[in-house]
């Protein structure tokens, strides 16, 4: 709601200034949109067309000094004086056209790259291809004619009449798809003319539209703002009347920055307090660490909406529980399940993150404002899960009877990328998370970990967030069967500055070997990974990585290399052992 009457008026001006810009835009959009249709044509289209053209003229007339040259042989004998003027003029005639050919496959390659939209498809897709065909054609016909002038100077006419026949067969071909090229070519330039004539009479019945819909528009508002002060004054009284009741869901709605729009957020910071307050309390008491409902509270508006951020997302997963679940007494295997559930989320809330939730063995914690710096998520999330490997190591020692040697481990996946994050649920039911393809992400970074044999693997967009703070490896670059997309992996090893010389050395080894795989050189790569094996005869990734190289040197990818794995199946380690 504006302030004053003036302040209404100019509001009105201001739209129909809005109104005028967004006329204008659309006017210049459709004129250029014309434009590019006829600077396609004349640009491009018709300087093809007139060169195809001067070639086929030049065709008939090098087809005629043939004629004409063949008359001088049968009279005149193979070595008449006049055979060679009119060479000459054939090999000038076989120059103009090469000339005129480079012009059309010039101009062809330029409206391709100049005026893309036009030369994708219909009669102009691959029209730079036939001009190249057609000079191939040419140069064939050319090196017929040298062929027949080199019969006749040696006095083979026998031969040089075969080499005549072919020739002819040649030319004819040539100026047949030649004429239809320039007939396909013409009728493209009569439709795109069409074509504009058509979207000149849109936009003239667009913009008499448009200046229709703004004088409707503008008269509607100016009723809309004369009724709108007695609404306002409605509005206010019956929600005061509704608080007092004790309605503490009502709320006021004044758009603008008027003195109605400010009693308005006024009065709901003061419903926003009592309500958030009430059902904060109501809803996360039982379930969430007290400095996030602080938190919560701070932020009005967190419990009532949902909201896009770029978050961070670790979804961690017990291995081998299965078969600990089967033969394990119920009684023992609740006491496991409440130490690892302890340990697991216990590192997420010291490090400032949030549990979204349980799903069976699996744990989820998201990080991201305002629990946590714009910056600093990747950071926490990355610490929560070298803490949560430390713990369940711990763990494992502690249940060693129970749990032996039967693989019982976790793998984390961590992603760093845009979520909705906010209440999400139904009016009975309802949970603060996160949702979004970077939670998705997360999850499939958790099971890669065993293709590595790794346990903790992030995202790029996480290293890069935690770079200089966390120590990682760049493990790999995959792609995805049926997909261009490139994921990049990363292992979390350490926190920064915590991780030996000798680790230092090995990391470093294995990523110059991964820079030799992915040129190409595995010669080179070979021994440096031969060398991380020796330091660390477990690290499964750079076994995998020679099982690859020896796989590509079989040529088993059905593509040349680039220097990224494509995976059929990126949990299956099948498709990436040798």
């Known amino acids: 709601m504006l302030r004053t009457i003036r302040a209404k008026f100019l509001g009105v001006a201001a739209f129909f200034v809005v109104w005028l810009f967004v006329a204008t835009g659309f006017s210049v959009i459709q004129s250029l949109g014309i434009n590019g249709d006829l600077e396609a044509v004349s640009r491009y289209v018709t300087p093809v067309k007139d060169a195809l053209s001067d070639v086929r003229v030049r065709q008939l007339e090098q087809i005629s000094l043939l004629d004409r040259y063949m008359r001088v042989v049968e009279n005149d004998g193979p070595h008449a004086p006049l055979l060679n003027g009119i060479e000459i003029e054939i090999a000038a005639k076989q120059a103009q056209i090469e000339q005129a050919f480079r012009k059309t496959f010039t101009f062809a390659a330029l409206g391709r790259a100049q005026a893309s939209s036009h030369f994708e498809n219909g009669v102009l897709l691959d029209l730079d291809v036939r001009m190249r065909e057609f000079a191939d054609v040419s140069a064939q016909f050319s090196l017929g004619m040298e062929r027949l002038l080199s019969r006749v100077g040696d006095g083979d006419l026998m031969d040089a009449q075969r080499q005549e026949n072919i020739v002819r067969g040649l030319h004819r071909n040539i100026v047949l798809d030649l004429r239809n090229e320039i007939l396909r070519l013409e009728k493209y ?46 509005k206010t009284t019956n929600a005061l009347n509704d608080i007092q009741s004790g309605k503490l869901d009502t709320s006021l709605d004044f758009k603008g920055k008027g003195d109605f729009a400010r009693l308005a957020d006024a ?7 009592l309500r958030v307050r009430f059902r904060m309390r109501e809803r996360f008491g039982k379930y969430v660490d007290p400095k996030v409902i602080n938190n919560l509270i701070n932020q009005e508006t967190a419990l009532e909406n949902s909201e896009k951020r770029v978050m961070t997302v670790s979804v ?9 679940a089967e033969h394990t007494p119920p009684e023992k295997l609740v006491d496991f399940l409440n130490d690892y559930l302890t340990a697991m989320t216990e590192p997420i809330s010291n490090h400032s993150g949030i549990i979204d939730n349980f799903v069976g063995d699996r744990v989820i914690g998201f990080w991201g404002p305002p629990f946590c710096g714009e910056n600093a998520h990747a950071r926490h999330a990355c610490q929560a899960a070298l803490e949560q490997v430390a713990r369940f190591n711990a763990l494992k020692t502690k249940y060693a009877d129970l749990i032996g040697d039967h693989g019982l481990d976790i793998r984390i996946g961590i992603a760093t990328g845009e979520v909705v994050v906010g209440s999400i649920g139904t009016d009975k039911s309802r949970a603060y998370t996160v949702v979004g393809d970077c939670v998705n992400y997360a999850n499939r970074l958790e099971k890669a970990n065993r293709v590595y044999g790794t346990r903790i693997l992030a995202s790029h967009e996480t290293a ?36 030996s010389d000798e680790r230092r050395d090995w990391r470093s080894k294995y990523e110059t070997a991964m820079t030799h795989y992915r040129e190409g050189a595995f010669d080179k790569a070979k021994p440096l990974y031969e060398a991380v094996l020796e330091f660390d005869h477990s690290d499964f990734a750079a076994q995998l990585m020679m099982n690859r190289m020896e796989r590509l040197q079989r040529r088993e990818q059905d593509r040349e290399w680039n220097g990224t794995w494509i995976v059929r199946d990126p949990y299956d380690r099948r498709d990436v052992e040798s």
Not at 267 to 273: I, K, V
Not at 316 to 324: A, R
Not at 471 to 478: C, I, K, S
């Open 189 to 234: 330039a009569a439709d795109t003319v069409e074509s504009v004539s058509r979207s000149e009479d849109f936009l003239i019945q667009a913009e008499f539209i448009m200046m229709l819909g703004a004088v409707i528009i503008g008269v509607s508002l100016a009723y809309y703002m004369a009724h709108a002060v007695v609404v306002a004054v409605r």
């Open 267 to 273: 009065f709901n910071r003061m419903s926003r307090e």
């Open 316 to 324: 961690v997963n017990l291995t081998g529980f299965d078969w600990l």
């Open 464 to 499: 890069n967030m935690a770079a200089g703070e966390i120590e990682m490896r760049d493990l790999d670059h995959v792609v995805l069967l049926g997909t261009e997309h490139v994921v990049y992996l990363y292992e979390v090893l350490a926190p920064g500055g915590q991780l």
